[in-house]
């Protein structure tokens, strides 16, 4: 049984950077694609970013791309989420996710994702 376990959030001012950390443990997630998610209280999980299982391909949503970068150390069976420039709008509970299927490149649809860690709040103050 695999874990997500999210770090690296916290408060930082508008234009800041965070980078924030997702470590699993139990199973590797390298043949897994990886994904980055953020939740407003009562709203709905928003996808942030993808990363396929060799880091060959990555995907952005509109609203972080040229901000954020998404990576992994499948080594360290570690994915990262840089975030540059950050804005109020950006503030949300992170979330990192694996994909559900191995072996192939997950979809932007939080329910292609199968399990999930349990977030970290990242705060930006105007």
């Known amino acids: 049984q695999v874990q997500l376990v999210e770090s690296g959030g916290g408060l930082v001012q508008a234009g800041g950077s965070l980078r924030l950390s997702c470590v699993a443990s139990?199973?590797?997630?390298?043949?897994?694609?990886m994904g980055w998610f953020r939740q407003a209280p009562g709203a709905d999980r928003e996808f942030v970013a993808i990363?396929?299982?060799?880091?060959?391909?990555?995907y952005y949503a509109d609203s972080v791309k040229g901000r954020f970068t998404i990576s992994r150390d499948n080594a360290k069976n570690t994915v990262y989420l840089q975030m540059n420039s950050l804005t109020p709008e950006d503030t949300d509970v992170y979330f990192c996710?694996?994909?559900?299927?191995?072996?192939?490149?997950?979809?932007?649809?939080?329910?292609?994702?199968?399990?999930w860690g349990q977030g970290t709040q990242v705060t930006v103050s105007s």
């Open positions: 996710a694996r994909g559900r299927s191995p072996w192939r490149l997950a979809t932007t649809k939080h329910t292609d994702y199968d399990v």
């Open positions: 139990g199973r590797t997630v390298s043949t897994y694609a």
């Open positions: 990363i396929s299982r060799t880091s060959a391909t990555t």
